[in-house]
């Protein structure tokens, strides 16, 4: 069983940065995938990053490409996104979701924390 929770979204103008955080609890052995989805109102859930907890191998949607960097934390247990030169249509509740392999697609992961809302004005 994993669980996640999330913390770090608010509220922040147009080119600013904002941090979010997910606290993995996961079972010892075994290959992980975290990513993080994101979901504006209106519009479905999208990819924006997610990293392998193991090998730490990481892939972006094209949406955040240059933008956002995710790394994980063996010690901590946490996964970060860091998000730079925000923008007003990055405004959406950002989820942390867990996969056995690491992938964009939204279907892949069983496993979802409860939402964090960032929001970017303009």
């Known amino acids: 069983q994993v669980q996640l929770v999330e913390s770090g979204g608010g509220w922040v103008q147009t080119g600013g940065s904002l941090t979010l955080s997910c606290e993995v609890s996961?079972?010892?052995?075994?290959?992980?995938?975290i990513a993080w989805f994101r979901q504006a109102p209106g519009k479905e859930r999208e990819f924006a990053a997610a990293?392998?907890?193991?090998?730490?191998?990481?892939v972006y949607g094209d949406s955040v490409k240059g933008r956002f960097t995710i790394f994980r934390d063996h010690i901590k247990k946490t996964v970060t996104l860091q998000m730079n030169s925000l923008k007003p249509e990055d405004t959406a509740v950002y989820y942390c979701?867990?996969?056995?392999?690491?992938?964009?697609?939204?279907?892949?992961?069983?496993?979802w924390g409860q939402g964090t809302q960032v929001t970017v004005s303009s």
């Open positions: 979701a867990a996969s056995r392999a690491l992938s964009e697609t939204l279907s892949t992961y069983e496993y």
């Open positions: 990293i392998s907890w193991i090998h730490a191998g990481t």
């Open positions: 996961k079972p010892a052995f075994g290959e992980y995938a």
